[in-house]
């Protein structure tokens, strides 16, 4: 079983910066895949990121790309969204996601992962 805990949301202008964490504790292995989605009211749920808990291997969406980072301390169990650029549609709820994701599948499907954090709100103003 693997616990999962966001912190860092808040508000924020359009152009400002925040970084998620994801806490993480329970037994994770080295080919979990932990991942960064994110839901607006209405919306259904959307990846972000994703990376590896083991090895270099990255994803992102191109809604993100060049604006997101997507990071881990492997000594901490921790994994971390920096995003910078924000923007008044990256609005939502965001959700840390983990799960061993046979290789080959994409990291994009909310169904390839066995488990989620709470979420964390993160509202960008104008």
């Known amino acids: 079983q693997v616990q999962l805990v966001e912190s860092g949301g808040g508000l924020v202008q359009a152009g400002g910066s925040l970084r998620l964490s994801c806490a993480a504790s329970g037994r994770i292995f080295g080919n979990y895949v932990m991942g960064w989605f994110r839901q607006a009211p209405g919306l259904e749920r959307e990846f972000v990121a994703a990376i590896i808990w083991i090895g270099g291997s990255i994803s992102y969406a191109d809604s993100v790309k060049g604006r997101f980072t997507i990071s881990r301390d492997n000594a901490k169990n921790t994994v971390y969204l920096q995003m910078d650029s924000l923007k008044l549609e990256d609005t939502a709820v965001y959700y840390c996601?983990?799960?061993?994701?046979?290789?080959?599948?994409?990291?994009?499907?909310?169904?390839?992962?066995?488990?989620w954090g709470q979420g964390t709100q993160v509202t960008v103003s104008s």
């Open positions: 996601a983990g799960g061993a994701i046979p290789y080959g599948r994409s990291w994009s499907r909310v169904d390839g992962y066995d488990y």
